[in-house]
């Protein structure tokens, strides 16, 4: 990839994707937010077993991004492990130790036709 060109928000999708993918993430999501916020073109949602898991994987795919892509991400979360936010512009991803991600239940509010559980 050329680093003076800005990636597509599809390029930058697929890169994370298979970051992800390559560090072991589990319960992968992606969600399409063009037509529905201004926050971005995709979000996509992940869990790690650990913090440390979750940290590795978000300090990963912050530096792939950097180094394939030529710019950094804002990233927030990672000390503590439990709830990660990168932002690279058109991407938002979360990664999540799966209490955390269970308690919030991100894709409820963002995926059409998701609807809570009644327990």
Known sequence: MDVTSQPT???L????LSSLDDDKAE?????DLRGKTAIGDYMV???GRSTRQVAAMSEKLVDRIKQEFGFTSKIEGKDAGDWVLIDT???IVHIFRPEVREFYQLEKMW???ASASSN
Request: proline content about 5%; aromatic content about 0%.
């Open 89 to 91: 512009g058109d991407v």
């Open 9 to 11: 928000s599809e390029q």
């Open 27 to 31: 319960d992968i999501v992606q969600i």
């Open 111 to 113: 995926l059409p036709g």
């Open 45 to 47: 949602i992940a869990s």
């Open 13 to 16: 999708l697929a890169r994370i």
